[in-house]
């Protein structure tokens, strides 16, 4: 099946975890991909992937916290393949875990810069300038429906990740296109530590804990709302836990 053929895609956080997987599935199935990440080395790394695949890839380094950024990457797709379909607008950051005290105000700016004033400049990219039938998707996370206290400026910043999705999909309608958002529990990445530590891989992975994904799992489910199979959903977010938020953790009996 190949659902993006000669669709022209832009993939924030491209260089890494579930941007990577999103990439090399869309190039996988077609699509011409725009890698955009804030480490342009990175980027081109999975640049360099899709093409070893035998698909279309270029790279750009771009700071989502950058309006200038935003319209740069929709500016280099357009220019290098007449137009853009999809958005994938997945590049976050996480904050350092603690208590709620630590966060200063430094810290908080940042996060919302980043995660929450970053999608928004996407955002208004992508509702401008995707060509009609074309879809928009933003990684949320389980911690933008419900509290993190240990994340509390990371938890706030997706919130209002999804309360932009959810307020501009009439927007999107108006263009005949769709935007949703996903929202990942815990993900097998180096956002999460994974790479650097084994205990925290092990947690992640005891399925009586909180059901580790991998990025593949996660990036699927987000092409699945870029694919025209999904042309009845706008404006919703799909969360994609492995049932960590369905029920409450298991009782130690
Ligand atoms: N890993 C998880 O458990 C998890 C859970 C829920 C949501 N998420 C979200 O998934 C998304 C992708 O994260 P991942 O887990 O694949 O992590 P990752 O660390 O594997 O990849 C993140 C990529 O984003 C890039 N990036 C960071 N800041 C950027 C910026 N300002 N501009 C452009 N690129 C930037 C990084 O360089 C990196 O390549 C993030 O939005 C994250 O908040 C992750």
Not at 151 to 177: M, P, Q
Not at 191 to 197: C, E, I, L, R, T
Request: glycine share 12%; aromatic share 6%; with cysteine.
């Amino acid at each position: 099946m190949r659902r993006f053929e000669n669709k022209v895609a832009i993939v924030t956080g491209g260089g890494s975890g579930i941007g990577r997987a999103a990439c090399r599935r869309l190039a996988g199935e077609g699509a011409h991909v725009l890698v955009a990440d804030l480490d342009g080395e990175r980027a081109k790394a999975t640049a360099a992937l899709i093409g070893a695949d035998g698909g279309s890839g270029k790279a750009i380094t771009a700071d989502i916290a950058s309006e200038a950024d935003n319209a740069a990457m929709f500016d280099m797709a357009e220019a290098n393949w007449g137009g853009v379909d999809l958005a994938f607008l997945n590049a976050g950051m996480l904050q350092r875990y603690g208590p709620f005290e630590d966060i200063t105000t430094e810290i908080f700016d940042r996060i919302i810069g980043v995660n929450l004033r970053g999608t928004f400049f996407g955002i208004k990219q992508a509702q401008a300038r995707l060509r009609p039938e074309g879809a928009c998707v933003v990684t949320a996370s389980a911690a933008a429906l419900t509290g993190f206290s240990e994340a509390a400026a990371y938890a706030t910043s997706k919130h209002g990740v999804l309360g932009l999705v959810r307020s501009t999909a009439r927007a999107f309608a108006t263009r005949n296109l769709r935007v949703n958002a996903i929202c990942p529990g815990n993900v097998l990445t180096p956002m999460n530590g994974v790479a650097q530590d084994d205990h925290i891989r092990e947690a992640l992975t005891d399925p009586d804990y909180r059901g580790g994904l991998s990025a593949q799992q996660v990036a699927e489910v987000a092409l699945f709302l870029l694919s025209r199979q999904a042309v009845a959903i706008n404006g919703h977010a799909q969360v994609v836990d492995a049932a960590a938020s369905a029920a409450f953790v298991p009782l130690d009996l």
